[in-house]
């Protein structure tokens, strides 16, 4: 159980930067394609979709690997990394829909296709991985003496939980007080710091 509660709470941190990364999201994509109800499922689709894509793929890979909390460490640490990159692509993504003259000139159909293309160029990598977190960490602390899996139910529990205070901060404080970028990147920040903790204890899980 020690290593439940471990690795539970570094899917708790997870959990929580990864819904402040898709709060922070939701406002940069704003600042391109408005408030529509058409560039916000953009945004919730392929952040969601890419962490499906990736639980589905990554998640194979991870049961193959004989020190997942190692890897899980490393895809945080990268996410951290390409999250931090994503307002940057923002601007380039911005400065090519004004190029080709937006939705009055495209029309809604081909807008919504450039829309979900430019988002997918955006945060498509780092929501692939982070649909591989999940797994990694559950296999690390699973692997040994537990054959049922009754601590999984627990690790995702704990990963929600973390989901929802990382909506309801990120919405109701730290966008309020730091603005959208500053709020990314103290979540990127967080983040390494998890995979950082990770990476040390995947010296003693293996040990």
């Known amino acids: 159980m020690r290593n439940v509660d471990k690795v539970g709470g570094l899917l708790l941190v997870s959990g929580a930067c990864s819904l402040v990364f898709q709060t922070a999201w939701f406002h940069e994509f704003r600042l391109i394609f408005g408030a529509s109800t058409l560039a916000s499922s953009a945004v919730l689709a392929v952040f969601m979709g890419g962490i499906g894509l990736g639980n589905a793929v990554l998640g194979k890979w991870v049961d193959r690997s004989d020190q997942p909390l190692r890897l899980y460490a490393k895809l945080e640490a990268i996410i ?14 911005r400065i090519a829909y004004v190029a080709i003259g937006g939705q009055e000139s495209l029309g809604l159909i081909i807008a919504s296709l450039v829309r979900l293309l430019g988002t997918i160029f955006v945060i498509g990598v780092p929501a692939f991985l982070m649909g591989g977190t999940l797994p990694a960490a559950v296999r690390a602390a699973t692997q040994v003496g537990d054959v049922a899996r009754h601590s999984v139910g627990k690790l995702y529990g704990l990963n929600t ?38 990476w040390f204890l995947s010296k003693r899980f293996s040990g």
């Open 161 to 198: 939980l973390g989901a929802v205070i990382g909506v309801l901060l990120g919405s109701f404080y730290l966008l309020e007080t730091f603005g959208t970028r500053e709020t990314l990147w103290l979540a990127c920040v967080v983040n390494l710091g998890n995979a950082t903790v990770a």
């Open 80 to 93: 951290s990394f390409l999250c931090a990159l994503t307002p940057f692509l923002v601007g380039g993504v």
